[in-house]
């Protein structure tokens, strides 16, 4: 039978009870006090109506209660749905729309608009509120039981499409979540995980149950302050940090410090990192900063092993229990260098799209999930990331569909046309950068103002351009890769 996270949390409780597992913002919490916790959220789910299988929202920043609110949730046998609280008023509403949460815990600025947008769930605001209502609820185990085939994590991509997927997860892979990274980053019980990314983010929440399986400790802050950062680190003794290589090229961007030098960290999971790797380990005096492959869909699939000399273009060999395969278009194999889909045989993949039967079908050749992504995989089984199917932009961590941007700057009046693409930014990664045809008179300013409105910050484009025509194929659709390529050889944006 497959081991719940709820079994490895009821595990480490017997075997490190009065050990720190959460630090944050000078709070301490230790595995029992949080089962305990825990306990009080779950039964507090179930007094306001949570039922097996319900959604339950959790829209809020970093804060002790969104880790108690978690596991509660899946204690009550319901389906924790993370999202950033951040999101535009289109695309919150789409979402909780379709998840159809029953409870949603979220920020007290976002009260209103999350009960305009999901007016039959509950809205629960964190502070005085949620406290009372935790208070009043029994610290006893709640009378749920959960197996390996209920469903545990409701998770939104970035559509390609321009509507968000629900991917949904099952707690037969949310049990094995985490446990890869315990041999590959040589994770042992007296490591203590620091992650400055968001909650909601994949990095923190894979940090939080790396070190759960380790029977570690998980330190994260309310954000990410770069100047707070080397005090963090010696404050909390952190010695491995889950980050994102937009971070790290922050912090090489600062002035070395004392603190800096004598810093306890020794590994570094940094997504996007391989640009800053080498300056890394030289500055930080890590032993080894690693790399991964994986995606929402697929959960992590590679990571470069420690004490690996890195190959450039790679992020390493499949994680124990995960295989991969490059496919072509009609699921045959493809040799080894030969570029194709890079598809996955995982127990870390989705169940399913949630609601949607058409996307699950396509999304699988058989066992093997369909990642969207192209890539190779060398004689060692290494696999090298060529390029994505799914027209994203990745800028600091975020993923961001340009459909949807595109789909909104449409919207607008005097828009006739608009193509959105990533354009290399030496610290995001990408940036976002509009190609506009107008139809009447219309200014940079207007639509800065008019996306702003209606999108998240991070999805706004920060450059523009005014054209008379895009580049089209004879079937009439744009042909972002030229746009594209025009930026990568250094024809400058108009900056917005």
């Given at each position: ?58 829209a809020l920043g970093n804060r002790l209660e969104y880790l108690v609110l978690a596991f509660g949730i899946l204690k009550a046998g319901g389906v924790f749905h993370p999202i950033n609280p951040a999101l535009g008023d289109a695309e919150l ?100 995980i620091l992650a400055v990314t968001p909650l909601f983010h994949g990095n923190a929440w894979g940090a939080a149950v790396t070190a759960l399986q380790a029977g570690a400790t998980f330190a994260f802050p309310e954000t990410f302050h770069a100047s707070r950062f080397w005090p963090l680190v010696h404050e909390c003794r952190a010695t491995v940090l889950y980050t994102l290589g937009t971070i790290l090229a922050i ?246």
């Amino acid at each position: 039978m497959a081991e719940l996270v709820l079994d490895v949390l009821s595990d480490r409780v017997s075997r490190y009870g009065a050990k720190p597992f959460l630090r944050h913002e000078g709070r301490v919490v230790s595995y029992s006090d949080f089962d305990v916790e825990t306990n009080r959220a779950a039964n507090l789910l179930l007094r306001l109506g949570l039922e097996k299988g319900d959604r339950a929202t959790l829209a809020l920043g970093n804060r002790l209660e969104y880790l108690v609110l978690a596991f509660g949730i899946l204690k009550a046998g319901g389906v924790f749905h993370p999202i950033n609280p951040a999101l535009g008023d289109a695309e919150l509403s789409y979402v909780l729309g379709h998840a159809e949460p029953r409870v949603v815990f979220a920020r007290a600025e976002d009260r209103e608009r999350i009960a305009r947008v999901a007016p039959k769930a509950r809205v629960v605001t964190a502070g005085a509120e949620l406290a009372e209502l935790l208070r009043g609820a029994s610290p006893e185990p709640p009378p749920v039981r959960v197996t390996a085939e209920d469903a545990s994590t409701l998770l939104y991509t970035s559509g390609t499409t321009g509507t968000p997927k629900g991917v949904l997860f099952r707690h037969r892979s949310t049990g094995a979540a985490g446990r890869h990274f315990l041999e590959a980053l040589r994770i042992v019980p007296e490591d203590t995980i620091l992650a400055v990314t968001p909650l909601f983010h994949g990095n923190a929440w894979g940090a939080a149950v790396t070190a759960l399986q380790a029977g570690a400790t998980f330190a994260f802050p309310e954000t990410f302050h770069a100047s707070r950062f080397w005090p963090l680190v010696h404050e909390c003794r952190a010695t491995v940090l889950y980050t994102l290589g937009t971070i790290l090229a922050i912090l090489l961007q600062q002035e070395p410090s004392e603190l800096e030098r004598t810093n306890p960290l020794r590994v570094v999971l940094g997504l996007g990192s391989a640009p800053v790797r080498d300056e890394v380990l030289r500055r930080f005096g890590v032993e080894h900063v690693a790399e991964c492959y994986g995606s929402t869909d697929a959960g992590v699939v590679t990571i470069t092993p420690f004490g690996a000399s890195p190959r450039p273009g790679s992020a390493g060999p499949p994680v124990p229990g995960v295989e991969v395969r490059i496919l072509d278009d009609e699921g045959r194999e493809l040799p080894v260098g030969e570029v194709g889909e890079i598809c996955v045989r995982s127990p870390h993949r989705l169940a399913e799209y949630f609601r949607d039967p058409e996307e699950t079908r396509r999304a699988f050749f058989g066992e093997w999930f369909r990642t969207g992504d192209l890539g190779y995989l060398d004689r060692d089984g290494w696999l090298y990331f060529v390029d994505r199917k799914k027209d994203i932009i990745r800028r600091g961590g975020e993923n961001i569909s340009s459909v949807l941007v595109e789909k909104t700057l449409r919207e607008h009046p005097a828009v006739a046309e608009v193509a959105v693409v990533g354009v290399p930014d030496p610290v995001l990664g990408q940036e976002v950068k509009a190609f506009v045809v107008p139809r009447a008179p219309v200014t940079e300013e207007e639509l800065r103002a008019f996306a702003s409105a209606r999108l998240a910050r991070f999805q706004v484009p920060r450059f523009w351009e005014f054209r008379d025509s895009l580049p089209k194929t004879s079937t009439q659709r744009v042909e972002k890769y030229k746009l594209r390529e025009e930026a990568s050889r250094g024809r400058k944006p108009l900056l917005g």
